[in-house]
């Protein structure tokens, strides 16, 4: 782990008052639909409690990490996504791709935070 990015744990762990999702899916451009896309991987942390520390409905975490998962892939205009799933992950799954992302991608990480979340995009 080096300096400048270190692991995902400081982000994820010890954070009860934390939801995690895993999102993967494809980017394509929309005029050359015979392009096979780039992969996209994230992991959302969002709140599980409300501004009054009332517990979030899982239904509802789930669309809200869409729509913030969304906005920080940001398509645009020109791009479609595909291929996309979203579900929810436990803090062992978290650790799991942290590690992998530390000892294979190296510091391939992003980070856009939200009031409701932050997300962390791997580039592929």
Known sequence: MGASHPSLSGA???M???VFFEYTGV???IRNSKESGAPI???AKMKAKDSRGNAVEN???TTRAEDLIFMAISPGPERRLSNWKIW???EERVKQVDEARVGQLGD???SKS???GTIYRFVN
Do not use: P, Q, T
């Open 12 to 14: 994820f762990y010890h």
């Open 41 to 43: 991987h994230c992991l």
């Open 27 to 29: 980017v394509h451009l």
């Open 88 to 90: 929810r992950v436990d």
């Open 59 to 61: 239904e509802d975490l």
């Open 108 to 110: 391939a990480a992003e």
């Open 16 to 18: 009860s008052d934390y």
């Open 114 to 116: 939200y009031s409701e």
